[in-house]
């Protein structure tokens, strides 16, 4: 009898013990993990530093579709960007950055009278012979491209003088031959066989710059303007 009350106590206890035992929930299902998408591949292009300029060099592969190489500038506000293709594996691309300055003053100023215009001009066209050797071709013509503030206009500026050498030494006049990027921005082109592309002055999504491998400040022609009393106008 007496073995029977202790398990009835024991029971009891071990009873009392389970019902103040929080039996825990259930776990909440989780959701599935998110897929990391993928970050988008970015298209590298050879970046014209201002002031440089020079041929570069491209060995295609298989398709030249498939094979090709992009070059670029930005920020031609005031300077003038130009592309053109030599061969399937040479081309040629600057950022030409030209100006006048005074004897007394290292400020730079874009616009520029006649005969400074005319220095500046004989300067872009004899650098062009000197890094351009041969013939000039219609393939130089039908590629170029150009981005700048102006490419005619009653105002004389560094630019336009600039843009109008290019053009001459090629023997593209203003109204044929070339593809021109719209005034003030950059431009990408695909080469060989490729359109122009273009962007704003930034960078536009998905290009990367990377090092173009070409002389610099070869391209950055200054002009020492005479002072004339009651110039200030002129400019």
């Not at 351009?132 to 490419?151: D, F, H, K, P």
């Not at 630019?159 to 001459?168: C, D, G, L, P």
């Not at 990408?188 to 960078?203: D, I």
Request: overall charge neutral; charged content about 20%; some cysteine.
């Amino acid at each position: 009898m007496k073995k029977l009350k202790q398990a009835f106590s024991n029971r009891s206890i071990k009873d009392n013990t389970l019902s103040k035992t929080k039996i825990p929930p259930p776990p909440k299902p989780q959701p599935p993990p998110v897929k990391q998408q993928p970050q988008p591949q970015l298209q590298p292009y050879r970046h014209i530093p201002l002031g440089s300029g020079g041929i570069i060099s491209h060995i295609p592969f298989g398709n030249l579709a498939r094979s090709r190489t992009y070059v670029g500038t930005t920020g031609t506000l005031d300077t003038v960007g130009v592309f053109f293709e030599i061969s399937d594996t040479r081309c040629f691309a600057a950022h030409i950055e030209a100006y006048t300055t005074r004897p007394s003053s290292t400020e730079k100023h874009y616009s520029l009278d006649f005969q400074s215009a005319s220095q500046l001009r004989s300067t872009v066209i004899a650098r062009l012979d000197e890094t351009v050797a041969g013939q000039r071709t219609q393939r130089m013509r039908e590629t170029l491209v150009m981005s700048c503030t102006r490419l005619s206009g009653q105002e004389a500026r560094a630019s336009e003088v600039v843009a109008k050498a290019v053009r001459e030494w090629l023997g593209a006049g203003l109204s044929n031959g070339g593809r021109v990027a719209e005034a003030g921005v950059g431009f990408v082109v695909g080469w060989p066989a490729a359109e122009s592309l273009v962007f704003e002055h930034e960078l536009g999504e998905g290009w990367s710059a990377v090092e173009c491998g070409i002389g610099e400040g070869e391209w950055s022609f200054g002009v020492v303007e005479r002072e004339v009393e009651g110039s200030e106008e002129a400019w």
